[in-house]
């Protein structure tokens, strides 16, 4: 079992920067594909960022260039470096971590890849 905890959000105004974190309770978080998504009021869950044990990163297309996720395997810690926010950012977003062995970050890029999820944090961007 994985607990995952996220922390950073918060309210930022449109241009800001903001780093979410991840902590994993699991020492098996070196080895295990995560990644983040996010759920914005009304709509659907949706892929943000996924990375593998080995570095391999893969983002959703609207996130690519502002976005970076990263990881501390030492400090069983994601990150999401979060730039240049906008007002459709706004969502609260969710920490994954997956039991797959797929080394392709690009194979979890959806919801199901992924067993173990945080409660999630809130993001708010003002314009």
């Known amino acids: 079992q994985v607990q995952l905890v996220e922390y950073g959000g918060g309210l930022v105004q449109a241009g800001d920067s903001l780093r979410l974190s991840c902590a994993a309770s699991?020492?098996?978080?070196?080895?295990?594909?995560m990644g983040w998504l996010r759920q914005a009021p009304g709509k659907e869950r949706e892929f943000g960022a996924s990375?593998?044990?080995?570095?391999?990163?893969h983002y959703g297309d609207y996130l690519k260039s502002r976005f970076t996720v990263s990881r501390d395997n030492a400090k069983n810690t994601l990150y999401l470096q979060m730039n240049n926010l906008k007002s459709e950012d706004t969502a609260v977003y969710y920490c994954?971590?997956?039991?797959?062995?797929?080394?392709?970050?690009?194979?979890?890029?959806?919801?199901?890849?992924?067993?173990?999820w945080g409660q999630g944090t809130q993001v708010t961007v003002s314009s």
């Open positions: 699991s020492g098996t978080f070196s080895h295990r594909p």
């Open positions: 994954a971590a997956s039991e797959g062995r797929n080394t392709n970050a690009f194979y979890y890029r959806h919801s199901d890849r992924y067993d173990y």
């Open positions: 990375i593998t044990w080995t570095g391999d990163s």
